[in-house]
């Protein structure tokens, strides 16, 4: 296509109408100047294609197609390649039903565990979520189809998603909220990005021209398209004039005349419009210059690779005196009703029709054993009848395998969880069996953590997330140990809910959502806090041992903005073949009250394959932005000079080896000097201390008699300790009479010069 050339030949109404999509899932054709029209679908787990009616709540049918694991169960995989495959195969299958863009990934943060969408989210940590994401998106744009990374942004709580404003300063927004988009859309390049519903600080997001266009286009380079949450739009006009391209689903009109009018009344440039037309046009065109007639969807193919990746993502939460890998000679009772038909994915948007599911149940028919029903999915009480049976099955049985978890009216798009709890029924049976059988595990089927009050009781936990259509196979792989668990939490389970950082804010004031806990999300928190977690972020067991040892870095000493060169062994130390996630954390150690920080943060990961007694170096390399935090006032992101420690291990509370470093980065976070600036803020400064040496000295000939009568010595540095939190013009105060204002404000002058 002649971008330049069909603009020209538009009318305003017909690029206002381009503005906004032609039904449910399909942008406008203009027939007469040979624009075609390209489709867009769900996501992101799966390809969620309406060919009749369309909806955005997953209530209509749609194609057959295979519901991968969901954004819960992949971020745990810690395995970028494994989840560039799954979305090469989205891409292909996008491809082969004519779908240009796939809806997702979604990369919202997980502020608490509460909120409903959370299965389709990756992470409590930005680093795992924009890690995964641009995974996802090289995967499915190599097919030449395009992602849509949603939703963006801090759209973290279903409640009042529409209208709710996330409050937070921004610090928050840079470190949290904005970097898993910022990280992914700078590596991956996605063709579009979804707006959110949510307002940010009071401003629709939709109209938020920093993030829209400063943050996505300038800083981050994004040059795809922006398109709505479905129906996220409020005032058009804004939101054109702020970067939002395309509203979706189709206003059959209205918004367009609302545009055709706001440009001929003068509100809103015609430029606007056109540059939107142009980055629409730009991405139709990729689509269909790349289109491949010779795609084919194998949905037989996908459901095998969809097993494959589920067996990857999966969390060995305990296995206590090794009751897993289950024996495939002595019998084992299957208890629970998602044996027989599993929870593998979360209702709304994202709602695959599977075209089949496989249970635990019968992926395990070839081995010893029984089943149970335990509970009703639907009722929550306890049913005597199904309880006493599940009893006489555990008693029967050398191992009890209880398939427990969410139900799916507790967990959707659309609306929150009211507790972190597993049904009464459910937690009730669990005890039970438990005391009729010491080798009990539990399987869960949850999208996000849930409170274990019985953890204590059972020898066993594996948490399955929503791994998709094949979690069946995936489960009975792994329970007897024909795959090697090897996924790890990319999210704190806390003890109880009240425990979460944003429990007291969570979900805020009618529309008002205030982030108060800042930047300590998640383990950021919990860490710090030294609090006990029932899994820290980053855990996962495996049937056999690992050890991390040997960190090295480069060098002992860096310069701001030198790249970190890190190097760590990993060695197998068990009896059977197996992959660990080595993690690697920052630690700043230089205190300083400049800037509250988590005690670590992750900043690398990759994930090991080993067989036993195998040793091997994974290197990474550290950039600025991993010591760096968000700087508000400077508006950049700094490093403070200091230590730092780099530490690897195979979760975030276990830390196996360290380095220390300096990095020589800035001392002082001055930007402006006054009367009213400390003077300990002041001899930060280079150079400051000649400068303000008559001042202090003054200070002491005055301070230094009295402080010797009251504390019976006077030390230098207990004089300038005492000084360090008193402004400039204190001096004139306590001063021996010498110092003046004019005197004073003169040497502001001076000390300005070293900023
Ligand atoms: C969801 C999006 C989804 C869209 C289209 C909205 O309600 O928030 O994630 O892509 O509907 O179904």
Redesign the pocket.
């Known amino acids: 296509m002649n971008i330049p050339e069909i603009i020209r030949q538009m009318t305003l109404e017909e690029k206002a109408g381009l503005c906004s999509g032609a039904d449910f899932w399909h942008t406008k054709a203009i027939e007469r100047l040979g624009v075609p029209q390209i489709m867009v679908s ?2 992101p787990h799966g390809l969620r294609k309406q060919d009749l009616e369309g909806d ?2 997953g209530v209509n049918d749609s194609i057959q197609a295979v519901c991968f694991p969901a954004g819960c169960a992949t971020a745990a995989s810690f395995d970028r390649q494994l989840v560039e495959k799954m979305g090469q195969a989205l891409g292909e299958e996008c491809q082969a039903e004519n779908v240009a863009v796939l ?1 997702g990934p ?1 990369v919202n943060i997980k502020r608490s565990p509460l909120c409903g969408r959370n299965f389709e989210y990756y992470s409590e940590d930005p680093y795992v979520a924009g890690q995964t994401a641009a995974s996802f998106i090289k995967g499915v744009q190599s097919k030449n189809v395009g992602v849509s990374i ?2 963006f942004y801090a759209n973290n709580q279903e409640h009042r998603r529409m209208s709710s404003s996330s409050v937070m300063d921004e610090r928050t927004k840079r470190e949290i909220y904005l970097a898993a988009f910022e990280q992914a859309i700078q590596e991956a390049k996605p063709w579009t990005v ?1 707006c959110s ?1 949510n307002r940010i600080n009071g401003v629709y997001a939709a109209q938020d021209k920093t993030a829209l266009t400063e943050f996505l286009r300038d800083e981050c380079q994004f040059d795809g398209f922006v398109m709505s ?2 129906g996220a739009v409020d005032d058009r006009a804004a939101d054109l004039a702020a970067g939002m391209d395309l509203e979706m689903p189709s206003s059959e009109g209205v918004r367009d005349r609302e545009i055709v009018r706001a440009v001929q009344e003068g509100r809103l440039p015609e430029a606007a419009v056109d540059l939107a037309v142009e980055r629409i046009l730009t991405i139709v065109d990729r689509y269909w210059q790349n289109q491949n007639p010779h795609a084919n969807f194998d949905r037989d193919a996908d459901h095998e690779l969809s097993r494959e990746i589920a067996s990857q993502c999966m969390v060995l939460l305990k296995n206590e005196d090794h009751v897993l890998p289950l024996s495939k000679e002595k019998k084992t009772a299957f208890i629970g009703a998602f044996a027989e038909a599993p929870r593998f994915q979360g209702g ?2 994202s709602h695959i029709h599977c075209h089949k599911v496989e249970s635990a149940l019968e992926m395990a028919k070839d081995y010893p054993v029984i089943y149970a029903k335990g509970y009703d999915v639907s009722d929550h009480t306890v049913q005597q009848d199904l309880y006493e049976e599940a009893i006489r099955a555990a008693k029967s049985a050398e191992t009890a395998v209880i398939f427990a978890g969410l139900p799916d009216a507790l967990e959707s ?1 659309g609306y929150d969880r009211t507790h972190m709890r597993l049904p009464d029924c459910q937690n009730a049976l669990i005890s039970a069996v438990a005391k009729a059988n010491p080798n009990t595990v539990v399987v869960l089927h949850n999208g996000s953590p849930v409170e274990m009050p019985w953890i204590d009781e059972v020898k066993g936990v594996l948490e399955t997330y929503l791994c998709g259509q094949a979690v069946g196979g995936a489960t009975v792989q792994v329970l007897y140990g024909d795959v090697n668990p090897s996924g790890h939490l990319a999210e704190t389970f806390p003890r109880k809910l009240e425990d979460n950082p944003s429990y007291l804010f969570y979900p805020g004031e009618g529309d008002q959502t205030v982030y108060a806990e800042g930047v300590f999300v998640g383990y950021r928190y919990y860490a710090t806090k030294k609090m006990p977690v029932l899994f820290p972020f980053g855990h996962g067991l495996s049937y056999t041992t690992f050890q991390i040892s040997d960190l090295k870095t480069d060098k002992a000493a860096y310069a701001d903005g030198e790249t970190v060169r890190v190097t760590v062994h990993v060695t197998n130390t068990g009896d059977r073949a197996g992959k660990q996630v080595v993690q690697l954390y920052v630690l700043p150690q230089t205190k300083t009250d400049a800037v509250l920080r988590p005690v670590l943060e992750l900043r690398g990961y990759e994930k090991v394959s080993l067989m036993p007694g195998e040793t091997k170096t994974v290197s990474f390399e550290l950039n600025r932005r991993a010591f760096a935090y968000y700087h508000t006032a400077l508006q950049e992101w700094t490093v403070l000079d200091g230590d730092y420690a780099i530490a690897a291990g195979g979760s975030s509370a276990e830390l196996e080896t360290q380095q220390v470093i300096h990095i020589a980065g800035r001392k002082s976070l001055l930007t402006d000097i006054t009367l009213n600036t400390t003077v300990g803020d002041i001899l930060a400064l280079k150079g400051a201390r000649e400068i303000l040496r008559p001042l202090m000295e003054s200070y002491g000939r005055t301070m230094g008699d009295s402080a010797s009568d009251s504390l019976g010595e006077s030390t230098a540095s207990m004089m300038e300790a005492q000084m360090k939190y008193m402004p400039l013009r204190g001096m004139i105060s306590f001063g021996d009479g010498k110092i003046t204002t004019d005197s004073c404000l003169a040497m502001v002058e001076e000390l300005k010069k070293l900023l």
Do not use: P, T, V
């Open positions: 769900d996501g955005h709540l809806l979604a949603k939703h979804m519903y949450d479905w709304g948007s798009e």
